[in-house]
């Protein structure tokens, strides 16, 4: 839905996963260019960072000047502390922290050089409050809230806008419709559930904010949610 929705408002966007998920991203590609949109695939992974180094080199010289760059993975997981491995651990806080350090890193080397752009990192729940059976998804948010706060500190006097958006309740994705189906069903029909299109949309506002008024942290969820 973001990237929809910046092709939408004329930037070419380029959409990024891992590449065992490149048939998913071509398909996105193709329906953002059938919709009269520009948009390229990258089948990289965000915690490796040569990857990451190097597609911001390709998009910077083939495709044009990265202008906003939104970390959006999830890395959502459920397991008990005494069932959290190691491995557990680290794994979602190299999906949720590091990948969002490195792609952050690489964005504002580019930005820096023009004195502008806009960095948005996606939080959750999580980012602000540790719930049972989320302990290494609550460590990796919190530590990208922290991530994005100390970016904003240091780039927000030298033009680039870095933003945090806590995502405070269910979204209309897959993953939520398949895993809490009689609960989607019950808080869908009440707007209980965040629309993906509606995200988006409040992600270009905050790249359009005039830096006299830069939003940092924004929370978003339903007006029935209880926080």
């Known amino acids: 839905a973001i990237a929809r929705k910046?092709?939408?408002?004329?930037?070419?966007?380029?959409?990024?996963?891992?590449?065992?998920?490149m048939a998913?991203?071509?398909?996105?590609?193709?329906?953002?260019?059938?919709?009269?949109?520009t948009a390229y695939a990258f089948g990289v992974d965000a915690r490796k960072e040569q990857?990451?180094?190097?597609?911001?080199?390709?998009?910077?010289?083939?495709?044009g000047p990265i202008e906003v760059c939104v970390f959006n993975v999830g890395a959502n997981v459920r397991f008990s502390l005494l069932d959290t491995t190691v491995r557990v651990y680290t794994k979602v806080?190299?999906?949720?922290?590091?990948?969002?350090?490195?792609?952050?890193?690489?964005?504002?080397?580019?930005?820096l050089k023009r004195g502008r752009g806009?960095?948005?990192?996606?939080?959750a729940t999580a980012s602000l409050r540790g719930a049972s059976g989320f302990s290494a998804f609550a460590g990796a948010k919190h530590a990208l809230r922290?991530?994005?706060?100390?970016?904003?500190?240091?780039?927000?006097?030298?033009?680039?806008?870095?933003?945090?958006?806590?995502?405070?309740g269910p979204v209309d994705t897959p993953?939520?419709?398949?895993?809490?189906?009689?609960?989607?069903?019950?808080?869908?029909?009440?707007?209980?559930?965040?629309?993906?299109?509606?995200?988006?949309?409040?992600?270009?506002?905050?790249?359009c904010q005039q830096r006299g008024a830069w939003t940092h942290e924004m929370e978003l969820r339903p007006w029935m949610e209880k926080w």
């Open 175 to 207: 993953w939520i419709r398949d895993t809490f189906p009689g609960l989607f069903e019950q808080l869908k029909p009440l707007d209980g559930v965040v629309e993906p299109d509606q995200i988006a949309e409040q992600y270009w506002q905050l790249h």
């Open 51 to 63: 990857e990451v180094v190097d597609m911001v080199q390709n998009i910077e010289s083939e495709i």
């Open 118 to 123: 806009t960095i948005i990192f996606t939080g």
């Open 6 to 21: 910046f092709a939408k408002e004329g930037m070419r966007v380029c959409v990024v996963r891992r590449q065992r998920n």
């Open 93 to 111: 806080w190299e999906m949720a922290c590091l990948g969002g350090f490195i792609s952050g890193r690489e964005a504002a080397k580019v930005m």
């Open 24 to 37: 998913k991203l071509e398909a996105l590609v193709s329906s953002i260019k059938a919709e009269g949109g």
């Open 146 to 168: 922290g991530l994005a706060q100390s970016m904003a500190r240091e780039l927000g006097p030298k033009g680039l806008h870095v933003c945090h958006v806590v995502i405070d």
